[in-house]
């Protein structure tokens, strides 16, 4: 019986501006384990565009209409996907959870967020920031799941 971790293929990763930096790292780790990763940067600042690369987009306030829906092209074309895993990682200014609601996935982990929140399937939290170290610690609890 395959387990949870096994299972999954499509993963998303939801970053702060501050951890945005790390993106392509986030995707090459996941991708190294087989997985195809997609980073969404959640930006506190207003600016103007929404920037969109191959697998890191950067989401701002504009790209989201009062009540947490996504309004943007970028932005509908995200939460239209259909994801195995959506991993969310540390802590965000406002309420992210209301605009991560919309997105589709099979499995969702709030991970070093400064409070549980009941929005995720689980709730993790490590001392480590290295990315690999994340990602390892994301799969081995998630292989633990039948």
Do not use: C, Y
């Amino acid at each position: 019986m395959k387990n949870k971790w096994q299972n999954i293929e499509e993963v998303i990763v939801v970053l702060n501006d501050d951890s945005s930096k790390d993106a392509n790292e986030f995707i090459r780790t996941l991708e190294l384990l087989g997985k195809n990763a997609k980073v969404v940067i959640l930006s506190r600042e207003k600016q103007e565009s929404t920037k969109e690369q191959s697998k890191v987009t950067l989401l701002t306030n504009k790209d989201f209409s009062l009540f947490g829906k996504p309004k943007s092209e970028i932005a509908l074309s995200v939460f239209k996907t259909n994801f195995d895993l959506l991993l969310v990682v540390d802590s965000f200014e406002g309420k992210p959870e209301k605009r991560m609601k919309k997105v589709k996935a099979k499995l969702s982990v709030g991970l070093n967020l400064k409070e549980p929140n009941t929005f995720f399937d689980i709730n993790m939290s490590t001392r480590s920031n290295s990315i690999e170290h994340l990602i390892n610690f994301t799969k081995e609890i998630v292989e633990k799941i039948k």
